[in-house]
């Protein structure tokens, strides 16, 4: 993969990152991320405004399988070798569990958290749990699709998505069906930057056809350095009424829900991870109040229905306690969602 010169812009984010702007030159290799020894992560000390700008704590990618064949709706090799690219368009052949994409579609993360996306029908976001800073990504599931879901040096995949959406995907309701994107006739991924302190990607789902209305509909998601969240925008070929976003609805959690100013916001934070019975997770999702008609639990979810709009802005966001710079309780994650509310607020 070539190198990219991208413009390096980074957000303020209050007690999470101080904003800057500058530009960067940042090169990915096939499926691989390299790191020097200054960008090494410190576990003892959070990271100054100085370090964010200068060490490499954001990244995105998505890596395909290569030297097999399709045999049916599964890619078929005789070991794991993968390919990053800065584009992709999925075969019609795509679906869960295919063995095509390195963890099943693409990856982002920050020095705080990581996250996945299902690029097939499933349409679900995962969480990847991390133990330190740096990005780890490039190393995940290069040995093939179990590895990741146990806890190891650099984190692990927590979240049990199931039937639902995980966290901050969209969805679609068909009568009081939730569908994910079970109807598509193209979906297509595009790189849109990475550099030290922010990335964002795009992804394009063609003729999604939900109750008889097929429409396109574009997602934007970007993350930065020093803030869990990932700000979503969706760009429709016409205004839906039954367009949902939300997160998985586990057992042994508190649900939290928040407003204050235009933005809102429903969380979820307990025994939820698949780390262990006693291991901790929070998951939220933020939302427009003008953009919201009504939120309200599913059958696997706590969802947020989104009015009839071309156009609409969200986002989400996942914490683990046991990250050095993470909140370690329910109260300190209801004020990181009280600072989020004031902050998205502050730059609108």
Not at 120 to 125: F, L, Q, S, V
Request: aromatic fraction near 10%.
């Amino acid at each position: 993969m070539t190198k990219m010169r991208l413009l390096v812009s980074c957000i303020s984010a209050g007690i999470l990152l101080a904003g800057c702007n500058g530009s960067h030159e940042k090169a990915h290799e096939s499926a691989s991320h390299t790191h020097s020894s200054s960008q090494a992560a410190d576990h003892d000390h959070p990271h100054s405004q100085q370090d964010m700008a200068s060490k490499d704590l954001v990244y995105a990618e998505l890596s395909v399988r290569k030297g097999g064949k399709w045999v049916g709706n599964a890619y078929e090799a005789d070991g794991f070798e993968f390919e990053n690219v800065e584009s992709f368009t999925a075969p019609p052949q795509l679906t869960d569990h295919s063995y095509f994409l390195r963890y099943e579609g693409p990856g982002w993360e920050n020095d705080l958290i990581g996250y996945r996306l299902y690029l097939d029908w499933r349409n679900g976001i995962d969480v990847f749990v991390k133990t330190g800073r740096e990005p780890v990504l490039h190393q995940v599931g290069q040995d093939g699709y179990d590895s990741y879901h146990h806890l190891s040096d650099w984190g692990a995949d927590a979240l049990k998505v199931g039937k639902s959406l995980g966290l901050g995907a969209l969805g679609r309701m068909d009568d009081n069906t939730l569908m994910h994107m079970q109807n598509v006739d193209k979906t297509s991924w595009r790189l849109l930057a990475d550099n030290n302190t922010s990335a964002s990607f795009e992804v394009v789902y063609q003729g999604w056809d939900v109750a008889d209305k097929k429409i396109d509909a574009t997602t934007q998601y970007s993350i930065h350095a020093g803030d869990p969240t990932t700000m979503v925008s969706v760009t429709l070929s016409e205004p839906v009424n039954n367009l949902l976003t939300g997160l998985v609805d586990h057992d042994n959690t508190e649900f939290v829900k928040m407003q204050e100013g235009n933005w809102g916001v429903i969380a979820t934070f307990g025994k939820q991870s698949l780390l262990g019975e006693d291991d901790l997770l929070g998951m939220a999702v933020l939302y427009r109040l003008d953009q919201v008609q009504k939120q309200f639990t599913g059958e696997y979810d706590h969802l947020v229905h989104f009015k009839a709009l071309e156009s609409l802005e969200y986002g989400f966001l996942a914490v683990w306690p046991n990250h050095p710079d993470s909140p370690k309780d329910l109260a300190g994650f209801k004020t990181l969602l009280s600072n989020k509310l004031k902050l998205l607020n502050a730059s609108k």
